[in-house]
């Protein structure tokens, strides 16, 4: 059963919503996906989870939150 | 991955910190220059100390630090991607170093060849870093109102240089073009047109991240940026020797100002809603900014409007003060306490690799020592501000201004010398890892 981890870094200062998401990547199951809720695109965060080997897709709620879908590549 | 937002084409981090630690350097010649001159400076905008004051504040220390913030910035941020970033690095940063050593000692000393030599270097340099920044956020695949904001900032930019060309060549040359007009079109045009528009499209992106505010509202930030493209397009056609109606320049410099009060006025209500009520030296240096900024625009209307206030001969010294030492220098300091952190951070974390902790962005520099330069930077603001009241004021107000630069060098020092012993500390526990492994 795929499940999914959520960490919602709307009320968070930066770089602290990235901090737990590669904490959280740590110790993510393979096949198991991560997803992260912002008030923005984290363009730095792309970088660091190709160096990584993990994948990402992402798309922005009416709201305007950004969801990013995160799993091993 | 998605095109044109790869972390690996940023530059390296010594490209934003050669020109961070270098701005503040200027802001300690300004102090200087003010002690040398005194009251003098206070004169007119137009003496030969005026001028060179003016140009360590706005190339020597906005400029520089700006320029090094975008190059960082633009990649990152905004998934542009610069043409050979340590090319043009090198480039603008001995552009705006030696172009403004050129640009100053030619306005001290009154030699034509300073300024025979500064043009072409300045004009090159600067504007190829302009051309090439505004090719870069043309051609990026990111969209929205920040993108819009830098783009005719960077137009702005080109203006303001073409312009400033125009008139140190006037002095190198001796040729004979309308210098005031120009002069007030090229002023406007440098502080609105890029400096403003490159703040205000910034804000928008990192005053809700940073200071957790709601986000500038749409209206606002659909609409400023080409408003006041067309106002100070408008306002300057009016300095063109043409028939006009009388009162036609007053009126767009009113509307203009007008317009541009909304984006501090939105940013002190914003600030006022933020989620976490944590008060932090980057939220101040803002929040004193954004009341400078009203307070200047309040006095561009009272000059438009009133002849004793036009008459004022400490007029341009107070706009001069409030927009460069009450605005920009604030914010410019307000954000290197965010960005170099933050990049420190960004940086570590490509030595790292997953399950090695990577310092904590507030071990980079200690918030009291911003805290520190937060009140004596506003030391210098307000004992400048009092010199066009009280001339000796100067004096203080000089010495305070070095200090605060003093103490914004030797923070952005231990920030740097912190990256260099938090990549040393990792580089050896990672090596010690995969000996054991």
């Not at chain 1, 602290?16 to 990547?25: D, F, Q, S, W």
């Not at chain 2, 986000?215 to 020797?241: E, G, H, K, Q």
């Not at chain 2, 976490?276 to 980057?282: G, M, S």
């Not at chain 2, 341009?316 to 990049?343: E, H």
Request: charged share 10%; aromatic share 10%; with cysteine.
């Amino acid at each position: 059963m795929v499940g999914e981890r959520i960490i919602d870094g709307r009320g968070m200062v930066p770089p602290e919503p990235m901090e737990l998401t590669l904490a959280a990547l740590d110790t993510l199951p393979d096949g198991e996906e991560l997803l992260l809720l912002l008030y923005c695109e984290p363009r730095p965060l792309y970088g660091l989870l190709a160096q990584n080997g993990y994948a990402h897709h992402s798309h922005t709620r009416p709201d305007g939150t950004v969801e990013v879908h995160i799993k091993k590549a | 991955m998605q095109p044109g937002l790869s972390f690996e084409q940023a530059p390296p981090i010594s490209v934003p910190f050669r020109f961070f630690l270098t701005a503040p350097v200027f802001g300690i010649a300004a102090g200087l220059l003010l002690l040398w001159q005194g009251p003098e400076a206070l004169i007119s905008r137009w003496t030969s100390t005026a001028l060179a004051l003016t140009h360590l504040l706005a190339v020597g220390f906005m400029l520089q630090a700006m320029c090094g913030a975008l190059l960082q910035m633009l990649p990152v941020a905004a998934g542009a991607n610069i043409w050979q970033p340590r090319r043009v690095t090198h480039l603008t940063h001995a552009g705006l170093t030696i172009g403004t050593l050129l640009l100053v000692a030619g306005f001290l000393d009154g030699q034509p060849l300073l300024f025979q030599i500064a043009v072409p270097f300045m004009t090159v340099s600067l504007g190829a870093f302009a051309l090439i920044v505004l090719i870069a956020l043309f051609r990026t695949p990111a969209q929205g109102p920040t993108i819009i904001a830098l783009r005719i900032a960077v137009f702005g930019l080109i203006v303001t240089i073409s312009l400033g060309a125009t008139l140190a060549a006037t002095f190198g040359w001796q040729l004979a073009l309308p210098l005031i007009e120009l002069t007030h079109v090229h002023a406007a045009w440098g502080l609105g047109g890029w400096g403003l528009l490159l703040l205000a499209g910034v804000a928008y992106l990192v005053v809700p991240m940073f200071q957790l505010t709601p986000p500038y509202p749409v209206w606002l930030t659909r609409s400023f940026s080409v408003a006041l493209f067309f106002l100070l397009t408008a306002w300057s056609i009016t300095w063109l020797p043409l028939e006009r109606p009388a009162g036609v320049q007053a009126a767009l410099a009113c509307a203009a100002a007008l317009l541009v009060v909304i984006f501090p006025a939105v940013t002190l209500r914003l600030q006022g809603q933020r989620r976490r009520k944590i008060t932090e030296p980057t939220l101040l240096f803002w929040r004193v900014a954004m009341i400078c900024f009203i307070a200047a625009v309040l006095v561009v209307i009272a000059q438009q409007l009133i002849a004793a206030v036009d008459a004022y001969d400490g007029l341009p010294f107070l706009l001069g003060a409030l927009l460069m030492v009450g605005v920009f220098m604030p914010v410019i300091s307000g954000m290197l306490y965010k960005i170099v952190p933050f990049l420190n951070w960004l940086h570590l974390q490509r030595i790292g690799k997953p399950g090695l902790v990577v310092p904590n962005m507030r071990q980079m520099i200690a918030e009291p020592r911003m805290m520190m330069q937060f009140r004596l930077h506003l030391a210098a603001l307000v004992l400048l501000l009092g010199a066009t009241l009280w001339t000796p004021l100067v004096y203080p107000g000089g010495l305070a201004l070095i200090a605060s630069c003093v103490w914004l060098e030797w923070n952005l020092i231990v920030g740097a010398r912190n990256f260099a012993r938090f990549s040393r500390e990792l580089e050896t526990r990672l090596a010690a890892e995969q000996a054991a492994a």
